[in-house]
């Protein structure tokens, strides 16, 4: 059985994600309908615009997730997205915690699926040397959100995990088992 610690968000994160993915979509969705290309490797227009809320909002709960727990709290979610925001074209260069060269995926668990059955899918636009990709499943379930925080790779790890076709054509990809775990932490705040 794969272990993975889970951060349980309460209605107050769940609501500032929910803002902060909200932020994102009024950016994005006029710069994608004028220019008409989605912009995504998966999607087409209108499929990106359709899921463009899902999405982001998929997103924001894993960096939070993610970044609650390593750190502790959300404070360091908000100073992120506060800066992020500042320059929204220009993204956050995959500092998802501000300093820390770490770039969290997240993936919306889908209900016949298993956490563990999720990859981590890095695009070649999206890597830097020397950094670290983890994978977050977000599980949303009524009014709760569930982050799985599944495990990390590090860039030199992605050599060789080029996908050549499928879905995650031209995307370095990384199976649960060729995850490393995070620690288990345990903050008491």
């Known amino acids: ?62 960096q939070l997730g993610g970044t609650i727990y390593l750190t502790g709290g959300h404070q360091m979610y908000k100073l992120q997205r506060w800066n992020c925001m500042r320059t929204p074209d220009r993204g956050d260069g995959g500092y998802d915690i501000p300093g820390l060269s770490l770039d969290f995926k997240g993936s919306r668990l889908r209900p016949s699926k298993k956490p563990t059955d999720y990859v981590l899918a890095v695009r070649e636009n999206e890597r830097k040397k020397d950094w670290t990709y983890g994978l977050v499943v977000v599980d949303r379930y009524k009014d709760k959100v569930f982050c799985h925080i599944m495990g990390w790779v590090s860039d030199p790890e992605l050599k060789g995990r080029l996908m050549e076709s499928g879905q995650f054509a031209g995307a370095y990809v990384s199976s649960n088992s060729q995850l490393h775990p995070f620690p288990n932490m345990k903050w008491d705040l």
């Open 1 to 62: 059985m794969t272990i993975y610690p889970t951060i349980v968000l309460d209605p107050a994160d769940i609501k500032l994600a929910e803002k902060k993915a909200d932020e994102l979509v009024g950016f994005f969705k006029p710069r994608i309908l004028s220019r008409k290309q989605s912009g995504s490797n998966i999607q087409n227009l209108d499929e990106r615009i359709k899921r463009l809320g899902e999405d982001q909002i998929t997103g924001q709960l894993a």
